[in-house]
């Protein structure tokens, strides 16, 4: 079999290496004209001649079309990118996750990519969130800079249209940028129905212009990522009003169970004890008999909400019902649970309302204390143990927090 003769490989080569077609594209495209050359050679009925002008019309059109393998390829890559970012994205309803998903799928299309950042974007008061970022050394949990207002972020959230900075050193943008930073970057809006809910920004590591195939496959990554945020969104803000008291805004009894067995399943894992602490307040019948329930949900509305503040993050508080509240501590003691409960009360001191009368509101609270897993080993005996010690207090001692009866017998 007759391979193509050297000097066509090297006039083949060289127009590839011209339009930039890469090496291995390059290896394909030879195999192909030799495969093609081999089979011209077993049709004995073409002279010397013939094959001579055979092979350089071949050559022309390899040449002439090579773009469109070089092209092909990338778009088949691009597809596929776009395929496994769908399917990430459809597989959950999670924020982060969905945020993640796309930082991921970007950097692994867009060739020289550095850092990766997506902002979600609040347009009624103008304000950029940290949603995921992305660099050679993997996922983040905050970002590499803070936007600046007159920064590149900004600029793309309150314009919506893509901007793009080839060479960062010498773009006003970044004229007071850290002296370190270099490369090209484009900001992309994530726009649903018209309006911006993100931004994302990529930055490389060499300078120039984005291509037009990379810009391409940008829009469509952005255009599936707004879908996604808009999604999520709707998500957790149905999930949060559907775990979330209408009245005081407080997470409800539904919230407060599923909190409860999460913070059990951290307890078998830690071996940390927690407390479930249930509260009552003392006189708030009067308010509502005396003033109606307008005004009673007033009360609770302003005190529970004032209550709340200066919790520990980790802390809880949930409405149970009426004027109750559930509290539960996460890896706390009972000096500890005894030192918040004290501060309440301390708290509830502190509160003013102003009846309708002009009177001043006086209220107390009552409570009870249930620790883990000295008085119960389940959400159902915690909250039992909680609500007895309380029952105890109001009938006993308003305005105390009791410790509930440890449990007799063996815990299941």
Do not use: C
Request: glycine share 6%; proline share 3%.
């Amino acid at each position: 079999m007759t391979s193509m003769p050297q000097e066509t490989k090297r006039i083949i080569i060289e127009s590839l290496r011209e339009k930039g077609v890469e090496s291995s594209d390059q290896d394909f495209i030879l195999n192909l004209f030799d495969s093609i050359i081999a089979t011209l050679n077993m049709d004995a009925t073409l002279t010397v001649k013939d094959m001579a002008s055979v092979r350089h019309e071949i050559t022309s059109n390899i040449i002439d079309s090579s773009h469109l393998l070089t092209m092909l390829r990338q778009q088949t890559a691009e597809l596929d990118a776009l395929r496994r970012l769908s399917l990430h994205l459809s597989s959950s309803l999670d924020l982060v996750t969905v945020l993640r998903a796309v930082v991921r799928d970007a950097r692994d299309v867009l060739e020289n990519s550095r850092t990766i950042h997506i902002f979600l974007y609040n347009h009624e008061e103008d304000l950029l969130e940290f949603g995921a970022a992305l660099d050679e050394s993997g996922l983040k949990n905050k970002s590499f800079a803070e936007p600046r207002q007159n920064g590149l972020t900004y600029q793309v959230a309150r314009s919506a249209e893509i901007i793009t900075v080839p060479d960062i050193k010498k773009d006003p943008i970044y004229k007071d940028a850290p002296t370190e930073w270099e490369g090209s970057i484009i900001g992309m809006p994530l726009k649903f129905e018209n309006t911006v809910v993100g931004i994302m920004s990529i930055s490389r590591t060499v300078t120039g212009d984005f291509s037009k195939s990379d810009l391409r496959f940008l829009r469509l990554l952005a255009e599936q990522a707004a879908v996604a945020i808009s999604n999520a969104r709707v998500h957790a803000q149905i999930s949060k009003e559907a775990n979330s008291d209408t009245l005081t805004g407080l997470p409800n009894r539904r919230a407060l169970d599923e909190h409860l067995e999460s913070e059990l399943a951290s307890a078998h894992r830690t071996g940390h004890s927690f407390a479930t602490v249930m509260m009552d307040l003392d006189g708030f019948k009067e308010v509502n008999d005396k003033y109606g329930h307008p005004v009673g949900d007033e009360v609770l509305q302003r005190l529970f909400t004032f209550l709340a503040q200066g919790l520990r993050a980790s802390d809880f508080l949930a409405r149970y019902g009426g004027d109750e509240l559930t509290l539960v501590l996460h890896q706390s003691d009972m000096p500890a649970t005894k030192l918040v409960t004290d501060k309440m009360l301390d708290k509830l001191d502190k509160f003013v309302f102003t009846l309708p009368d002009g009177q001043e509101l006086n209220i107390g609270m009552s409570g009870g204390i249930a620790l883990y897993p000295i008085h119960g080993q389940t959400t159902s005996q915690l909250l039992r143990a909680a609500d007895e010690a309380l029952y105890r207090s109001k009938k006993h001692k308003r305005g105390r927090f009791f410790i509930a009866k440890p449990v007799t017998g063996h815990l299941t």
